[in-house]
C-alpha cells in the first residue's frame, strides 16, 4: 500500500528548512528516505525503524512516530545540494517496500 | 565499489516491438529489484528476486513482462509486445539480502528510460 507524501513540491532559499511528511493507513515496521537529483538514480538516506528513533544525515534528519504511522524529513539550513526529489518508501511485517509519489525539492540561491 | 549497472541508457520503441533490459547488480547482492518508474510518480516494484528465485511478482503484468535472474546474478526484464502506457524508466536496485529478515538499503542502477511510440 502506497504511503502518501506532503507537501508535492517546495521551493527554499538557501539556509531555510522544510519538513517533508510521509504517511501510511497501516502499521510500519520501517520507512525509507531517497532522493533522487533529475536523470538520476535515486540515492538512500536512511532507514527509520519502528520506535521513534531520529537518524541524520548531513544537515538532514528523520523522525518515525509510530503511533500516528508517519514519517518526518528535516531538511535544515538547506543547501543547493538538497535540490532534488525525496521519496519515502514504508514496509510493513512482509518487508515490501512501497514507495510514495514524492515531494520535489528546489533550492535557490 | 562498483554500483549496479544497466543497459541500455535509452531506448525507443514502436508499440507492439519487444525490448529487453539488463542489469547487473552489486557484486555479493543476493537481492535484485526491478521498479517501473513513470514519469512524476514514485518507483513501482514489479519483480523482486532472492538470488535466482522470485520473491515478488504480483504486481508484474505477466500478459507481457517477464523477467529472469539466471545464476543469481544478472536479470534481464522483457516486455513484449509493448504498449504506449509501458513509456517510462525502468530502476534496477540490489540489496544484500540477509538471510534474515530485516530492512535493507536499496541500491539503484542508473536506469533505462523506455519510450514507447
Known amino acids: 500500500q502506497q504511503p502518501v507524501q506532503s507537501p508535492q513540491a517546495v521551493i527554499l532559499r538557501e539556509g531555510e528548512d522544510a519538513v517533508i511528511n510521509c504517511s501510511s493507513s497501516?502499521?510500519?515496521?520501517?520507512v525509507h528516505w531517497y532522493r533522487q537529483k533529475h536523470g538520476e538514480a535515486p540515492v538512500f538516506l536512511m532507514i527509520?525503524?519502528?520506535?521513534?528513533e531520529q537518524k541524520g544525515h548531513e544537515k538532514i534528519s528523520a523522525s518515525f512516530n509510530e503511533k500516528k504511522q508517519q514519517s518526518s524529513l528535516y531538511l535544515t539550513a538547506s543547501q543547493l545540494s538538497y535540490s532534488g526529489t525525496y521519496f519515502c518508501?514504508?514496509?510493513?511485517?512482509?518487508?515490501?517496500?512501497?514507495f510514495g509519489a514524492g515531494t520535489t525539492v528546489t533550492v535557490r540561491a | 565499489e562498483a554500483g549496479v549497472a544497466q543497459s541500455p541508457r535509452y531506448k525507443i520503441i514502436e508499440k507492439r516491438q519487444s525490448v529487453a533490459f539488463w542489469c547487473n547488480p552489486i557484486?555479493?547482492?543476493?537481492?535484485l529489484y526491478w521498479y517501473q518508474q513513470i514519469l512524476g510518480q514514485g518507483p513501482k516494484l514489479l519483480i523482486q528476486?532472492?538470488?535466482?528465485?522470485?520473491?515478488?511478482d504480483s504486481q508484474l503484468p505477466k500478459d507481457r513482462f517477464s523477467a529472469e535472474r539466471l545464476k543469481g546474478v544478472d536479470s534481464t526484464l522483457k516486455i513484449q509486445p509493448a504498449k504506449l502506457e509501458d513509456s517510462a524508466v525502468y530502476l534496477c536496485?540490489?540489496?544484500?539480502?540477509?538471510?534474515?529478515?530485516?530492512?535493507?538499503?536499496?541500491?539503484f542502477g542508473s536506469g533505462t528510460q523506455l519510450s514507447v511510440l
Open positions: 536496485a540490489s540489496s544484500l539480502g540477509s538471510p534474515i529478515a530485516t530492512s535493507e538499503k536499496l541500491f
Open positions: 497501516k502499521a510500519l515496521y520501517s
Open positions: 527509520l525503524l519502528k520506535g521513534g
Open positions: 518508501g514504508t514496509e510493513f511485517n512482509d518487508y515490501k517496500l512501497s
Open positions: 557484486s555479493g547482492h543476493a537481492t
Open positions: 528476486f532472492q538470488n535466482n528465485g522470485v520473491v515478488d
